[in-house]
């Protein structure tokens, strides 16, 4: 099994609708974050939590609601999709001492 | 605000010619820097990342990339590309305030000629 795993890995949704993205980790890694990854943008961060009592806005929050169900599970949420938040998803993890991510497979979410 | 430049956005060698891919950082203090690829469909891989000490750092797949703080750069190099190298290759750094948050630069997308 990945150290990171995303479902769903594919996801093609309405406008309006509301949908969750999901990220689990076996890592044991206490921080886990959200980014958006869009051509010719790089990836943005969305949101970060350190651990099940902290959630952290990104640099494009807007939108978007995190939970942090577990210190090993991370939702996303998107609670009425538009079209402009058509991108791939990734979820990522790092260790408290050691910087640098381990990322999961990511997300490809359509709005039509 | 720090930030991550990758000034080229396309790349197009020829396989078995070098390869060089610019990154320029803003940070005020020693920073770390990381490089990684994104195959086709594919999640990130890291290649290799610097945190200290030797500014020549060697990575997976025969990469390497030199730390520069004159510059303010982090090149990723290669002697001879492979056509499997073909990829998107990301540079991000460390960003200040702590929970090691990465601030990626755009990106720069590598087509390998046969």
């Known amino acids: 099994d990945a150290d990171v795993t995303q479902t769903p890995r594919n996801r093609i949704t309405k406008t309006g609708k509301r949908i969750m993205l999901e990220c689990s980790q076996t890592?044991?890694?206490?921080?886990m974050y959200w980014y958006r990854q869009d051509p010719g943008l790089g990836l943005r961060l969305i949101y970060y939590?350190?651990?099940?009592?902290?959630?952290n806005k990104g640099e494009i929050s807007d939108g978007y609601s995190v939970s942090r169900q577990a210190q090993a599970k991370f939702s996303l949420s998107l609670e009425s999709a538009i079209p402009n938040q058509t991108a791939l998803y990734f979820c990522?993890?790092?260790?408290?001492?050691?910087?640098?991510?381990?990322f999961g497979s990511g997300t490809r979410l359509t709005v039509v | 605000a720090q930030s991550v430049t990758q000034p080229d956005i396309h790349i197009t060698v020829s396989e078995g010619a070098s390869l060089e891919l610019r990154c320029n950082y803003s940070y005020g203090a020693t920073p770390y820097l990381f490089w990684y690829v994104q195959s086709p469909g594919q999640g990130l891989q890291l290649l290799l990342k610097?945190?200290?000490?030797?500014?020549l750092v060697q990575g997976i797949k025969g990469f390497e990339a030199e730390f520069k703080r004159s510059q303010s750069s982090f090149n990723l190099r290669k002697p001879s590309v492979h056509w499997s190298d073909a990829a998107e290759y990301f540079c991000?750094?460390?960003?200040?305030?702590?929970?090691?948050?990465?601030?990626f630069g755009a990106g720069t997308r590598l087509a390998v000629h046969p």
């Open positions: 990522a993890t790092s260790d408290l001492t050691t910087p640098g991510y381990t």
């Open positions: 991000a750094v460390v960003a200040s305030g702590g929970y090691n948050k990465l601030i």
């Open positions: 610097y945190f200290s000490g030797d500014t």
């Open positions: 890592k044991g890694h206490d921080r």
């Open positions: 939590s350190f651990d099940v009592k902290d959630i």
